[in-house]
């Protein structure tokens, strides 16, 4: 599912979703991704399993607040990351 441009999770019961994570040392950076991440997105608990095996069992992920809000559709990284490129350029040219 998208919410515009941007990829969106919709929370389903003991769904898996393959991705990187990222370990908060400070309270104060968790705060500051809720605002960036805007009230388009809710943050959920969640189990990670690592690579390793190991497992953590309290993570959080953002989640799509309003189901209502997305499309169907595929994100696709390259093509994305072309458009911003490309986007950056245009806004730097003399």
Request: charged residues 30%; glycine residues 8%.
């Amino acid at each position: 599912m998208m919410w515009g441009q941007y990829p969106a999770l919709v929370p389903q019961e003991g769904s898996e979703v393959k991705g990187m994570y990222w370990k908060c040392e400070d309270p104060i950076h968790v705060s500051d991704l809720c605002r960036y991440e805007s009230d388009a997105y809710r943050m959920e608990f969640c189990k990670i399993t690592t690579a390793d095996g190991d497992v953590i069992e309290n993570g959080r992920i953002f989640v799509a607040a309003d189901l209502e809000d997305l499309e169907e559709g595929v994100f696709d990284l390259a093509e994305w990351s072309t458009g911003v490129v490309s986007a950056a350029r245009k806004l730097t040219a003399p």
